[in-house]
């Protein structure tokens, strides 16, 4: 900044005297402001070589594929086994728990928000949205640990562990609600409103026009707002940390307790795991696989939206 | 003959008509009149309503936030703007085409089917479309390629699509909302005849900006003028010819022989 | 028409009812969010209330629980808020003045573009690894509130960067082509006509980031863990805790005491990110109100 405001002092004082130096002025300004525009490409560059260089230093050690197809992951207990599929099946359990709750209501409220509510509602329900996208994710694991799951212990499964994929995902769901539903919203507004009339001209009811005209037509919106919701599901870290458990177990039954690789992440970098050891670095082999899973859906829903967009 | 019978002779008729959007007074005290099966062409200076009236004819303005209506208009016996008329069913029978062709982006053939399905056609629906779209003077054109996309179509070949989509459902009448205003002139030659096959068939009501296309295709037109507020009236109806050539208001004239825009 | 081909069985009844059920649907599924919004807060007020004193903001942490407060993760958490407002804002505000009034329509500005898009959805933990990695370790700033605010920074330049894109894209054309007129450099156009009109936009993209940064837990705790903080730092390379952190080491400890502070600890955080974004709401409408005049 201080440097800015020197080439500011500079151009100024320049004014009307000599173009070169103006001209010089000018240039140092635009390559400070490259430079900033350049730290996000740096950014990625230092995401790839942090994760790739630490991991190197686990896959010395543990072939990568035995890493990739191994059903069991236990680094710390003997005999040590870095398998990360239990990891990812929790990952995916919690995802999936999530997704059941957020696409449906994700949808419903961009529907409802985009065809029926009229303005009054809007002005109300976005900006509650909007404090809901906002709430730090250690409050939702606090409201997960805390209120969800002894509900479910009361009133479902009394024999549900304290720590589980159900209340996490459920949470998770809520939590990523705004995100679908705000990004599908924009899709289903985008929707010409000569659409919406031909429809309506032809006898159709509201539902018949958003069931059958906007969703179909902001279709590849909307399945874009669903990849990019569970993407920030799959890595979303504080949440499971908090409420879904330190086991890494290869289940289905989300009453049981799992371990994220996020969480799993958190749980090395609170304990003692000596840097450069295989335990510790490992937590960069997980990291790359989480990396490459959330950027692979971000793009794929980038790609859905683009290719797939109707011409209207 | 009775005027009001379901087979007379008008089949639309506005009465004291008043639309406001908001506080905006956007049409005052309209008293139209529509032959049945006949072409009426609505013509007039941009900003005078004439759309505006033409959406009040299938209540196309209660889509629009602060719109409201006031004034009778009797479709057949019932009075469109009674509160127990079910818009949707108005407007299953009183059909619209607009200024831009807006088919939905799905296949031609789910285009033409969407009416029939949504208002519960009880026919062979494969009928009903080849025969909508030969109505509609494209089923030669498309006959191999139902299965495609609308928007493959040239565009003028989309606004007849769009005409075929709403033929479908057998409407009494047709609005058609400047419906060759985005077209070049070839496809607006081919929508201008479309229209004059149709009336033996149909009521049509055409809102133009283009008077020659008045004159060409109308049997009825009537003419819209805008006031000091900017609000839209009524200046005179009477078959085309007579307003094209011996108009009995002074404003019309002036309008006709291009005075004013 | 004229001839009727056949019969058109309208159902209106069935339809009306189909419509009323899908519009009860929606309006369930939009009370749900509500309804979850609403028992979240209801929950954390009521453990959180009979815990939230003068003493839990002033106290430091304690294994009594009666005793403990979260003072060091406040002064944490304003220490990593003040450094890293210090880095993103700048960077993030000349990049997106970069692309919005520099860049050419090429490769790289496309590739800078995508890659921001891209940075937005990275998992914030693995920003946390990047920091662990390249800040903490190889740059040796060990666990200091400079290696967190430094990773926090890249964190939320994405949010920055958009936000202050799309204020300065907002700024008419005309104001940009009169300060043109009057000769002035493009640097003096973007410094006294775009940036000033931009400013509210801009600030609220900034508080929108600090409002992310402030709840961010996990890369904190990648790159500082859990540290039983006795101390407020009084230098950028001193250890450091942050508000969330402190709340999720109460939350991770068995007793309902510990309990009962995170709630209370969530009701300040809360309230802190409440009002700035009610701040932002602030900015945002007076900006529109401007703009309508």
């Known amino acids: 900044m201080k440097a800015q405001r020197l080439d500011d002092a500079k151009v100024a004082d320049t004014k009307g005297s000599g173009k070169p130096r103006r001209k010089l002025g000018g240039l140092i300004i635009k390559g400070i402001l490259f430079l900033c525009a350049l730290v996000s490409i740096l950014t990625t560059v230092g995401i790839v070589v942090s994760l790739v260089v630490q991991a190197w230093g686990f896959f010395v050690e543990v072939a990568p594929i035995d890493f990739l197809t191994g059903t069991r992951w236990s680094p710390i207990l003997k005999p040590r086994s870095y398998g990360v599929l239990p990891l990812v099946a929790g990952t995916l359990l919690v995802t999936a728990v999530a997704a059941i709750v957020a696409i449906p209501i994700g949808l419903a409220t961009a529907a409802f928000l985009s065809e029926y509510a009229p303005d009054k509602a809007r002005r109300i329900l976005k900006p509650i949205l909007e404090v809901l996208a906002g709430i730090p994710t250690v409050v939702y694991g606090y409201f997960a640990l805390t209120f969800v799951t002894p509900r479910i212990q009361d009133w479902l499964f009394p024999d549900m562990l304290v720590f589980n994929a159900l209340s996490a995902g459920l949470v998770m769901g809520l939590m990523i609600v705004p995100m679908v539903s705000t990004l599908s919203e924009d899709a289903m507004l985008a929707v010409p409103r000569s659409l919406r009339e031909a429809a309506y001209a032809l006898g159709a009811t509201r539902v018949e026009v958003s069931l059958r005209i906007v969703i179909p037509a902001a279709l590849s919106g909307i399945v874009a707002a669903f990849i990019i919701g569970l993407s920030r599901a799959i890595g979303e870290t504080m949440l499971v940390t908090i409420a879904a458990g330190a086991t890494p177990k290869l289940t289905l039954n989300p009453l049981e307790s799992i371990q994220t690789m996020t969480a799993y992440i958190v749980q090395v970098a609170l304990g003692e795991a000596p840097r450069g050891s295989a335990e510790f670095n490992a937590i960069f082999a997980v990291g790359s696989l989480l990396f490459v899973m959330t950027l692979g859906m971000n793009l794929l829903g980038h790609w859905v939206v683009t290719r797939w967009r109707l011409k209207y | ?39 009426t062409a609505l013509i007039g200076p941009s900003g005078c309503g004439k759309s505006t ?65 949504i208002n519960g056609y009880s026919g062979n629906v494969e009928e009903a479309v080849e ?131 | 028409m004229a001839q009727k081909y056949a019969v058109f069985k309208r159902r209106k009844e069935a339809r009306k009812l189909l419509g009323s059920a899908v519009y009860v649907v929606f309006l369930v599924a939009v009370l749900v969010s509500v309804m979850g919004l609403a028992v979240l807060l209801i929950d954390i007020i009521t453990g959180g209330l009979p815990w939230f004193s003068w003493s839990l903001i002033t106290n430091y942490p304690s294994r009594h629980p009666e005793q403990a407060g979260l003072w060091p993760a406040l002064i944490g958490t304003l220490w990593l808020m003040g450094l890293t407002a210090a880095f993103s804002v700048p960077v993030g505000v000349g ?20 890659n921001i898009a891209n940075l937005a959805g990275v998992p914030s933990v693995v ?82 980031g600090m409002s992310r940064a402030i709840g961010e837990a996990a890369p904190m705790l990648v790159i500082s863990g859990l540290l039983f903080v006795t101390f407020i730092p009084t230098s950028p390379m001193d250890k450091f805790t942050v508000l969330p952190l402190q ?47």
């Not at chain 2, 003959?1 to 049409?27: I, P, T």
């Not at chain 3, 209370?264 to 709401?281: D, F, K, P, Q, T």
């Open chain 2, 1 to 39: 003959m009775n005027d009001d019978s379901a087979n007379g002779k008008y089949v639309l008729d506005a009465q004291g008509l008043h639309v406001w959007y908001g506080d905006f007074l956007a049409l005052r005290d309209v008293n139209l009149k529509i032959e049945r099966k006949k072409v």
């Open chain 2, 53 to 117: 009236l033409l959406r009040c004819f299938n209540r196309m303005n209660d889509l629009i936030a602060g719109a409201r209506v006031e004034g009778k208009i009797h479709f057949n016996q019932d009075d469109l703007n009674s509160n127990d008329v079910d818009p949707t069913e108005i407007r299953s029978r009183i059909g619209m085409v607009f200024q831009k062709p807006n088919p939905f982006p799905k296949s031609i053939y789910d285009n033409v089917a969407f009416g029939l399905r």
């Open chain 2, 131 to 261: 025969r909508s779209l030969r109505g509609a003077a494209l089923w030669d054109e498309v006959k191999d390629r139902l299965n495609k996309g609308a928007q493959t179509l040239s565009g003028g070949q989309q606004q007849r699509l769009c005409i075929a989509r709403a033929l479908a459902v057998e409407p009494e009448v047709i609005l058609m909302d400047e419906p060759a205003s985005a077209l070049d002139p070839v496809a607006t030659l081919a929508i201008e005849e479309l229209i004059r096959e149709l009336a033996n068939q149909v009521t049509i009501v055409i809102v133009t900006h283009n008077m020659q296309q008045a004159a060409r295709v109308s049997d009825e037109t009537a003419f819209l003028m805008v006031d000091e507020n900017r609000s839209g009236y009524l200046v005179e109806r009477g078959e085309t010819n007579q307003i094209f050539t011996e108009p009995k208001d002074e404003r019309t004239e002036a309008y006709i022989t291009g005075r004013f825009s």
């Open chain 3, 95 to 114: 990049a997106a003045i970069y692309l919005e009034e520099y860049a050419a329509k090429n490769r790289l500005t496309a590739l800078i573009e995508v």
């Open chain 3, 127 to 208: 920003y946390g690894l990047l920091g662990a990695a390249l800040f903490v370790q190889w740059m040796a700033l060990e666990r200091s509130v400079l290696a967190g605010a430094l990773t926090m920074s890249l964190l939320i330049l994405p949010i920055v960067i958009l936000a202050s894109r799309e204020a300065i894209r907002a700024v008419p054309r005309a104001y940009r082509e009169a300060a043109f007129a009057l000769g002035a450099t493009e640097w003096q156009v973007v410094s006294g006509v775009v940036l000033p009109s931009a400013l509210p936009g801009i600030l609220t993209g900034v508080i929108l």
């Open chain 3, 247 to 293: 709340i999720f080491n109460w939350v991770s400890r068995p007793q309902d005491e510990f309990q009962g502070l995170a709630a209370g600890g969530i009701m300040l955080l809360l309230a802190v990110l409440l009002s700035m974004n009610a701040i932002a709401v602030y900015v945002r409408n007076r900006r529109q109100v401007k703009s309508d005049e």
